[in-house]
């Protein structure tokens, strides 16, 4: 009771919403890194999910080395980014692209791995070449999928770029971090909060991005399939 | 050719430098940090995720039983996935003060995520006519449970071990941030703060390595446990049919939480 009024109160406090480590610049900082290091890892893992998805080929490696990446510690891999260039934005991204490509790769590759192979045949058969059976047929139906690593990739992302306040720069982490060298816990429950509720943003608007653009016919197979699972 | 072979040997000569450093570092220092601060590294690991699939369980069974039941799990255990773990190492410190637990319980939580979803699906993945046939033996609902359902759903539930595991492993390291990290310790103190790459590697590699490892023994345990598909012709195939059914689930898609 006493501590859920004490963050209330942090909440309300005015000096907390402005200024330069005020919430909104602190939580503009996080979007942005958050952001950068999304279209960073998508750039990176959709591109190569799809190729190997569509050729077949290079699979194995692809998702063994997603499987690595996936095993890094982020905690290392930032540190060591840090020694070698110095503190700033660039080790957080890269620790925070590292964490994001596994998620992604995995999910478009196995999206376009599981398009029934009678449709594709179906589309070969139309006399479609490799590049529309992969642009009109395998990118739409493995669509669910991709959008469901970027989503996974997006919250993880969100939720860790927290530790970006540990190497001297913004972000909701800051409250946190500081919150813990000032002994305020009102504060650190606070920044948890806000990272929280960007997360769930972050859900709510990929289920926004999987009603525009996922195909009305697999949206209603997908429905169909997660309630017997469910 | 050659000149091309010879520039990039050139170009990676700082990197077998790096890990032959590395490699000496790590090996003179087994004693005294690295070794023990692997095995700390273990110890929260596995007891992390030993704990996350004993709350799984009996949720994910609640969860098939009574299906009004699994949508706020779902969300809840979603939810707590999106806490950084950070903030949770923080908030529990008061509490558990530098005990094991503080780095233990978040981590514990956050494979829920993970664990709790696959338990439901391998439990409706069970086929009807092997719950039929387990009642038509007389097998009450508890016995039917311990001896039918769970045996079958084990290949999903491992699928989910594999999963959280790997994730708790690379987890551990972030715990570090308030004196518990296992790895995270040699790679923080040692690295860090004595702005020395060596330690960093060394961690870096032994995380990975025992999150390989780790998953290896689980692809161990699958094997014991479900006999049958072996018995059915070359145990990959069992294997992979139970995998190809997960990504539509999302169960295998499922990925660590961090930070």
């Given at each position: 009771m006493n501590i859920a009024s004490e963050v209330a109160s942090w909440f309300a406090q005015p000096q907390n919403w402005?200024?330069?480590?005020?919430i909104p610049v602190r939580f503009a900082e996080h979007v942005y890194y958050s952001v950068l290091a999304l279209l960073a890892a998508a750039a990176i893992a959709v591109p190569v999910g799809l190729l190997t998805g569509h050729t077949g080929r290079g699979g194995f490696l692809a998702i063994s080395l997603a499987n690595f990446a996936r095993a890094l510690p982020t905690i290392g891999v930032l540190t060591l980014v840090v020694l070698g260039?110095?503190?700033?934005l660039t080790p957080v991204l890269v620790a925070l692209v590292a964490l994001a490509v596994p998620p992604i790769l995995v999910n478009t590759y196995e999206g376009v791995r599981g398009v029934d192979p009678q449709v594709t045949d179906a589309a070969r058969g139309m006399g479609m070449r490799g590049g529309e059976v992969l642009a009109r047929l395998e990118v739409p139906m493995a669509m669910p999928l991709i959008l469901l690593g970027l989503r996974t990739a997006a919250i993880q992302v969100v939720s860790t770029a927290t530790i970006a306040a540990y190497v001297g720069i913004g972000g909701l982490g800051r409250f946190i971090v500081d919150g813990q060298s000032q002994q305020r816990i009102e504060q650190i429950l606070g920044g948890a909060l806000l990272v929280v509720a960007l997360a769930l943003a972050v859900t709510g608007l990929f289920t926004l991005l999987r009603r525009w653009v996922v195909a009305p016919g697999l949206r209603r197979r997908a429905a169909a399939s997660s309630s017997t699972a469910s | 050719m050659v000149e091309a072979v010879r520039a990039a040997l050139a170009f990676t000569e700082p990197l077998w430098g790096w890990a032959v450093q590395s490699w000496q570092w790590g090996w003179s220092n087994f004693d005294d940090p690295v070794g023990p601060m692997l095995a700390e590294h273990v110890l929260l690991s596995y007891a992390s995720v030993l704990i996350g699939l004993a709350l799984a369980v009996p949720l994910g069974v609640l969860s098939v039983r009574y299906r009004v039941v699994y949508p706020p799990v779902l969300g809840g255990v979603n939810a707590l996935y999106a806490v950084p773990s950070l903030a949770l190492f923080f908030l529990l410190l008061p509490y558990t003060?530098?005990?094991p637990w503080t780095a233990i319980l978040p981590l514990a939580l956050y494979t829920l995520a993970i664990l709790v979803p696959n338990v439901v699906d391998g439990l409706n993945q069970v086929p009807d006519h092997v719950r039929q046939a387990a009642v038509a033996m007389g097998f009450g609902p508890l016995r039917r449970l311990l001896r039918v359902e769970l045996p079958v759903a084990v290949p999903v539930i491992i699928a989910g071990l594999r999963v959280a595991s790997v994730a708790t492993i690379s987890m551990v390291s972030v715990a570090s941030l308030v004196g518990l990290g296992g790895l995270g310790g040699v790679i923080l103190t040692y690295g860090f703060a004595r702005d020395f790459a060596a330690p960093v590697v060394v961690g870096i590699a032994l995380s990975v390595a025992l999150a390989f490892a780790t998953d290896g023994l689980l692809v161990l345990a699958q094997r014991a446990l479900t006999p049958w598909a072996r018995d059915r012709g070359p145990a990959r195939r069992g294997g992979r049919s139970a995998r190809r059914r997960i990504p539509g689930t999302g169960a295998r898609a499922r990925e660590e939480a961090a930070a």
């Open positions: 402005s200024g330069s480590g005020g260039m110095g503190l700033g | 003060a530098f005990t």
